[in-house]
């Protein structure tokens, strides 16, 4: 039996975020990874799939792209500064919201990039948001020291906060570079049959 496009979509979507968030993924990885690998899985593999799987809800979603992307932007950077990301950290509460901003932050990047009447539009939110990525996993990668054990009570982990930087880039930027790259194909592919 196949799956409808829907399900193909939809199944891998469910799945991603069971194993992100109830899986003891803290257990087996060191802290800051075990968040970057959270938040890369959930807006950059979860809320495209989520978006292909629930076009209705997709549609219903869609803002345009550059402000889907500055939004997208806002959040990411917010919870990036230490105190908001000890507060995701330390507090049941403050994990939620996080988890939550960040999934709703990707949803309205893809439906907005990908239901884009210009594709061009929704291949510049993207490729904006593959910057910021590239930025923010360099910035983590390249400070001299652990930005966030002081607030969080743990111990310094310059290698963990490394590690969890590489993860941004390595899943953020091709993500976003590739399907910018698609909706830019599309558009001319568009454009040449006019």
């Not at 399900?7 to 899986?23: I, Q, S, T």
């Not at 970057?36 to 807006?43: A, D, K, Q």
């Not at 990707?106 to 590239?134: D, E, I, K, R």
Request: glycine fraction near 10%; hydrophobic fraction near 60%; aromatic fraction near 6%.
């Amino acid at each position: 039996m196949t799956l409808p496009v829907k399900g193909r979509y939809l199944l891998p979507a469910l799945a991603c975020l069971a194993v992100l968030w109830l899986l003891p993924l803290d257990r087996w990885l060191p802290l800051f990874p075990v968040h970057m690998l959270r938040h890369m899985g959930l807006v950059a593999v979860a809320a495209p799939l989520l978006v292909l799987g629930l076009p209705g809800l997709a549609r219903r979603m869609a803002i345009p792209p550059l402000l889907a992307a500055a939004l997208e932007f806002v959040v990411v950077w917010a919870w990036h500064l230490p105190a908001a990301h000890a507060t995701g950290r330390n507090s049941l509460t403050g994990f939620v919201t996080e988890q939550g901003s960040f999934l709703l932050a990707g949803l309205l990047v893809w439906a907005g990039c990908l239901a884009a009447a210009q594709p061009l539009a929704g291949a510049g939110g993207l490729l904006l948001t593959s910057m910021h990525m590239t930025l923010l996993g360099a910035l983590l990668i390249l400070a001299p020291r652990d930005l966030y054990f002081e607030l969080c009570g743990t111990a310094p982990d310059l290698t963990g906060q490394q590690l969890g930087g590489m993860l941004m880039l390595g899943i953020g930027t091709p993500v976003y570079l590739v399907a910018g790259v698609a909706l830019t194909a599309r558009a001319l592919k568009t454009e040449v049959r006019a």
